[in-house]
């Protein structure tokens, strides 16, 4: 099983700055890694794909990089939606999923 | 636009056993894979297995083998999920989620989730 890693567990953000997340996989998973928003109450909301593509209907202010075990979403300029638990996945092997992420209001 | 809209709440006995489904419409149910994700109260996600619904072809992550069947009716396109022999670690919200293809990959759709909650 491919072990999935996020840090940090929580960051705190102003609105309108920059938040910076990060992803480590315990092996290569190439570029096969999504990102996922999961507000209070809702299920998860797939963001990027294949680690910088964004899904339909996301703003640009979401982007993501990296590949092979290293990977990072970057939100631009936070708005107050954006505030939320980010989950990163694998599926280069059957899916394993980090233990997320909050993103809160500093 | 895929939608998934999943069965209702649950409070199961622990040792009982659970059901949930979850059916699709808006896409080409033969063309997904579906799977089953769970979320415990403040944890994070958790993949439980797929099946292919024109295959009938099921694999389920090591946590759950022996205790998880899922099954999927393709003429309804109804993706249905049971776990056996409930105990209280498996309260969780139980979410179906859907991606194309067969081999692994991101889950395009969410189900709204089931709330299934183990106690005595």
């Known amino acids: 099983e491919i072990v999935m890693t996020q840090s940090p567990a929580t960051v705190s953000v102003s609105p309108g700055e920059r938040a910076t997340l990060s992803c480590r996989a315990s092996?290569?998973?190439?570029?096969?890694l999504a990102w996922y928003q999961q507000r209070p109450g809702q299920a998860p909301r797939l963001l990027l794909y294949?680690?910088?593509t964004r899904a339909t209907g996301i703003p640009a202010r979401f982007s993501g990089s990296g590949s092979g075990t290293e990977f990072t979403l970057t939100i631009s300029s936070l708005q107050s939606e954006d505030f939320a638990v980010y989950y990163c996945?694998?599926?280069?092997?059957?899916?394993?999923f980090g233990q997320g992420t909050k993103v809160q209001i500093k | 636009q895929v939608q998934l809209v999943q069965s209702g709440a649950e409070v199961k006995k622990p040792g009982s056993s659970v059901k949930v489904s979850c059916k699709a419409s808006?896409?080409?149910?033969?063309?997904?894979?579906v799977s089953w994700v769970r979320q415990a109260p403040g944890q994070g996600l958790e993949w439980m297995g797929r099946?292919?619904?024109?295959?009938?072809?099921?694999y389920y992550a090591q946590n759950f083998q022996g205790r998880v069947t899922i099954t999927a009716d393709k003429f309804t396109s109804t993706a249905y999920m049971e776990l056996r022999s409930l105990r209280s670690e498996d309260t969780a919200v139980y979410y179906c989620?859907?991606?194309?293809?067969?081999?692994?990959?991101?889950?395009?759709?969410w189900g709204q989730g089931t709330l299934v909650t183990v106690s005595s």
């Open positions: 996945q694998q599926y280069n092997n059957w899916p394993t």
């Open positions: 092996q290569s998973v190439s570029s096969k």
């Open positions: 989620a859907i991606w194309a293809g067969y081999s692994s990959s991101r889950f395009d759709y």
């Open positions: 808006g896409g080409t149910f033969n063309s997904y894979s």
């Open positions: 294949g680690a910088s």
């Open positions: 099946i292919i619904p024109v295959l009938g072809a099921a």
